[in-house]
């Protein structure tokens, strides 16, 4: 009989995309937010190289294309339609804005010159994982030896012009992390998680380092900017999903509601964040509008007016995870194979 299947890395990735739900939720300047970006994108860099297997480049630029940019397109188009029926703006200079929009898919509203380009939120992280592993595996099946050398050179010049230079569809994010999804292929390679799992006091070196690093974090895998202390980040950011690692471990061996729950989300991550990323045309507005209306009428503190919100944010990608892989169309969109 065959054994059970290992959950730890569904679990994992259950954790990851949770945590940038609520990265998103928590403003900027909030310490949790900033802990959460120490290591949240590059723990699905890191997962991905970790089951990199070589392949024919066009096969795998095939597969890529299927999960990864025909959902960016879908989710693209539907925020679009959103925006048209919101913007009270003509049709052609909706879509030009859109277009343009999509073409540089930045994480933020941002400027380029005179051009106000309107964020794709996070469906950058499509494109760039889509890069990574195109670039990836060409480095590895024509300068083997070489790889992690040239993804240093590559990843260390691609964050130094990414605080200067603005690249369309998310390149230079691809490319910056590309570091991330060569260690993940390394931690396999040389086995090292269970190299790890043998010290229990690396498990508690990695969460010194990360409490004490962690909160001075600058990491962000989708923004521009110049690490001043770029191997501090990368070790950071390897202790945070080390210890989920360890966290996911303890969750796989027990079978219960928790476990289950995780394994979900972590197995349609990519389901998540795409229904993470559609807009409810205005939903979030009327539902924060009327969560201040019921507030006002009880004379209440405006105290966790944002809660219901957060709830609504996280309902939508688990109706994603929980419907999309049981639909015809959900399977297709998102290249979900049926378990024979």
């Avoid at 120490?38 to 089951?51: A, K, N």
């Avoid at 009428?297 to 405006?302: D, E, G, I």
Wanted: net charge positive; charged share 10%.
């Amino acid at each position: 009989m065959m054994g059970k299947r290992d959950v730890t890395f569904d679990i994992l990735k259950g954790f990851g995309i949770l945590l940038m739900v609520l990265g998103h939720y928590f403003t900027s300047e909030s310490i949790i937010r900033v802990y959460i970006y120490s290591f949240h994108m590059p723990l699905f860099m890191l997962i991905s190289g970790y089951f990199y297997k070589p392949k024919e480049v066009m096969i795998q630029v095939r597969r890529d294309v299927r999960s990864l940019i025909v959902p960016y397109l879908f989710v693209c188009i539907v925020i679009f339609i959103n925006r048209l029926v919101l913007n009270n703006e003509p049709f052609c200079e909706t879509l030009k804005a859109n277009l343009y929009s999509f073409l540089w898919a930045m994480p933020i509203n941002s400027q380029l010159g005179q051009m106000n380009i309107l964020s794709v939120g996070p469906l950058w992280f499509l494109l760039a994982i889509f890069w990574v592993r195109f670039l990836y595996n060409v480095l590895f099946r024509n300068f083997k030896e070489w790889t992690m050398a040239i993804v240093v050179v590559v990843s260390l010049v691609a964050m130094y012009l990414n605080a200067f230079v603005t690249l369309p569809l998310a390149l230079l994010a691809g490319f910056t992390n590309l570091l991330f999804y060569c260690i993940g292929h390394l931690i396999r390679k040389y086995q090292v998680l269970i190299y790890l799992d043998k010290h229990s006091w690396t498990l508690i070196l990695a969460l010194v380092f990360w409490l004490l690093m962690g909160r001075k974090s600058q990491l962000n895998a989708s923004y521009q900017t110049l690490y001043l202390a770029y191997p501090v980040e990368i070790i950071t950011a390897l202790a945070g999903t080390y210890l989920f690692y360890s966290l996911s471990r303890l969750v796989a061996a027990k079978t219960d509601f928790l476990s289950n729950q995780l394994v979900l989300w972590g197995k349609y991550s990519l389901v998540a964040l795409c229904f993470h990323a559609m807009p409810l045309f205005g939903l979030k507005r009327w539902v924060n509008e009327v969560t201040i209306m019921i507030y006002q009428s009880l004379n209440a503190p405006l105290v966790g007016t944002s809660i219901p919100n957060l709830m609504l944010s996280l309902a939508i990608p688990y109706l994603g995870v929980l419907f999309a892989p049981k639909c015809k169309w959900g399977r297709a969109l998102f290249n979900i194979k049926v378990a024979e």
